[in-house]
């Protein structure tokens, strides 16, 4: 299976600065055919399922604050949620679809310094 | 929209086994491959089993090859995860999640998800 893992497990951040979560897998992700990258990220919130946010690296998915943007390619992936508001306080998790078993990265949980 | 709703879990004995189910609405079900993924109480997500739109196609993680069994009911939008030899470990909110492929092909990541169920093995 492919190791997804991300960095850092804790990351605190003042109000209206940039959050920067860092995932990397263990084998590229990228299928040639397409040169799609196949790596999401979710958001959850405690007592909440996970939220897409991010689908093929960078495509924000509708509804989703333009503040958060995905990018990276082939195995090294961020994460950034850019003048950090109170309400994306959460744990992220990148995911790679590259294989018919996918695997999450163990989670970045964000909270506000 | 996009509503999906699992089945109540339960208390359940090491051993023994439960079937959990997930109703789907809001969109067309026969043309959605559909996930399991569970998260352990204060841990990370696992991804567990897949079945594809037409229930012909299955992949299970390794931690429950075996022992879990996935299918589904098009006639019903709905979707089962049957888990027998159940273990101490398998404890775990178990969430039914929407893979945004339409037929052919899914793409093994999850657009929607329901609210979750609480399964818990223990004596």
């Known amino acids: 299976d492919i190791v997804v893992t991300q960095s850092p497990g804790s990351l605190a951040v003042s109000l209206g600065q940039t959050a920067t979560i860092n995932c990397k897998s263990s084998q590229s992700v990228v299928y040639r055919g397409n040169n799609k990258s196949y790596l999401t990220w979710y958001q959850q919130k405690p007592g909440q399922p996970p939220r897409l946010l991010i689908s093929w690296a960078s495509t924000r998915e509708s509804g989703v604050p333009d503040r958060f943007s995905g990018s990276g390619s082939e195995t090294d992936f961020t994460l950034t949620i850019s003048s950090l508001q109170a309400e994306d306080v959460a744990v992220y998790y990148c995911?790679?679809?590259?294989?018919?078993?996918?695997?999450f990265g163990q989670g970045t949980r964000l909270e506000i310094k | 929209q996009v509503q999906l709703v699992e089945s109540v879990g339960g208390v359940v004995q090491p051993g023994r086994s439960l079937t959990l189910s997930c109703v789907a609405t809001?969109?067309?079900?026969?043309?959605?491959?559909m996930h399991w993924v569970r998260q352990a109480p204060g841990k990370g997500l696992e991804w567990v089993a897949v079945i594809s739109y037409d229930g012909r196609v299955k992949y299970f993680a390794d931690s429950v090859q075996g022992r879990f069994s996935i299918s589904r009911d098009n006639s019903k939008n709905t979707v089962y995860l049957q888990m027998n030899s159940l273990r101490v470990e398998d404890t775990a909110v178990y969430y039914c999640a929407k893979d945004p492929g339409s037929g052919g092909s899914g793409s093994y990541y999850f657009e929607k998800w329901g609210q979750g169920t609480l399964v818990t093995v223990s004596s």
């Open positions: 995911q790679q679809h590259a294989s018919t078993r996918p695997t």
């Open positions: 809001g969109f067309t079900f026969s043309y959605s491959g």
